[in-house]
C-alpha cells in the first residue's frame, strides 16, 4: 500500500542551527502534505498544508519564516526549523491524504528533534 | 471549547478489563470519525473507523452517536500489547483536514 517515509527519525541540534525534515511519498503523489507537531502528552497541533508547487499554509501562531515548508515535487515535502530554539523540541510529523474516498490517512514515521 | 476532547487518562487497568474511552466533538457537521493508536514515539496508526451503525474488529467496538455528539472505543478482555495512546479523528464536511483529540493513554499491566 502507499507509503510516507520521514526522516531523519531522531536529531539533535545545538541552538541558532537550521534542520531539515523530509517527508516523502513513496508510491503515489502527494500533491498535499500535512505537518504536525506533538509535544508529549498533547495532540498533533497541524502547523502547516504544504501545497506542491505553491506556497504553504501556516496555521495561526506558526511562523512561516521559522518553519520553512517546501513541496517542490509531488513526491518530497520539507519543513525546515530555522535557528532552532529548545523550545521547538518536539515530535514532528507528516501526513499525506489518501488517494480517493474514505479520509485515510498516510503518516510519515515522525522525527524527534531535540535542541540542545 | 476544543473541536475534539477526550479524557487524557491515563487509564491503568488489569489484563483481561474491559475498558471505555469517549471522544466528543463541537462541529455538527463533522462526518468522518475514526479511532487512531499511537505508541511512545511513533505514528499514529489506523484501528478503526467509526460508524452510526457502530463497527466492531475483534476485541474491539467503536461506536458513533451524532445526536450527542461522541464518539466511543470499547476493548474487551485487554492485552499488555493494547497499551498506546488511542486518538480520536474528526473530519468535518468537505474538509479533508483531520482534526485530532489529544489521545487517551492507556496502560493495561499484568
Redesign the interface.
Known amino acids: 500500500g502507499a507509503v510516507v517515509s520521514q526522516h531523519p527519525s531522531w536529531v539533535i541540534c545545538k541552538s541558532g542551527t537550521s534542520v531539515k525534515i523530509e517527508c516523502r511519498s513513496l508510491d503515489f503523489q502527494a500533491t498535499?502534505m500535512?505537518w504536525y507537531r506533538q509535544f508529549p502528552?498533547?495532540?498533533?497541533m497541524?502547523m502547516a498544508?504544504s501545497n506542491e508547487g505553491s506556497k504553504a499554509t501556516y496555521e495561526q501562531g506558526v511562523e512561516k519564516d521559522k518553519f520553512l515548508i517546501n513541496h517542490a515535487s509531488l513526491t518530497l515535502s520539507t519543513l525546515t526549523v530555522t535557528s532552532a530554539h529548545p523550545e521547538d523540541s518536539s515530535?514532528y510529523?507528516c501526513s499525506a491524504?489518501g488517494q480517493g474516498s474514505g479520509?485515510?490517512?498516510y503518516?510519515?514515521?515522525?522525527s524527534?528533534l531535540t535542541v540542545v | 471549547r476544543k473541536e475534539?476532547e477526550q479524557d487524557?487518562g491515563p487509564f491503568n487497568v488489569p489484563e483481561g478489563a474491559t475498558v471505555a474511552f469517549n471522544c466528543t466533538y463541537s462541529n455538527s457537521a463533522s462526518q468522518?470519525f475514526?479511532w487512531y493508536r499511537q505508541d511512545c514515539?511513533?505514528?499514529?496508526?489506523?484501528l478503526m473507523s467509526v460508524y452510526s451503525s457502530g463497527n466492531e474488529d475483534g476485541r474491539f467496538t467503536a461506536q458513533l452517536n451524532r445526536a450527542s455528539q461522541y464518539i466511543s472505543l470499547l476493548i474487551r478482555d485487554s492485552k499488555l500489547s493494547d497499551s498506546a495512546t488511542y486518538?480520536c479523528?474528526v473530519?468535518t464536511g468537505g474538509s479533508?483536514?483531520?482534526t485530532?483529540?489529544?489521545?487517551t493513554?492507556l496502560i493495561v499491566h499484568p
Do not use: A, C, D
Open positions: 498535499t500535512f502528552k498533547q495532540s498533533l497541524l498544508t515530535f510529523i491524504p479520509n485515510t490517512i503518516f510519515g514515521e515522525g524527534w | 475534539v487524557p468522518s475514526f514515539r511513533k505514528e499514529p496508526k489506523l486518538l479523528v473530519f479533508y483536514i483531520p485530532f483529540g489529544r489521545g493513554s
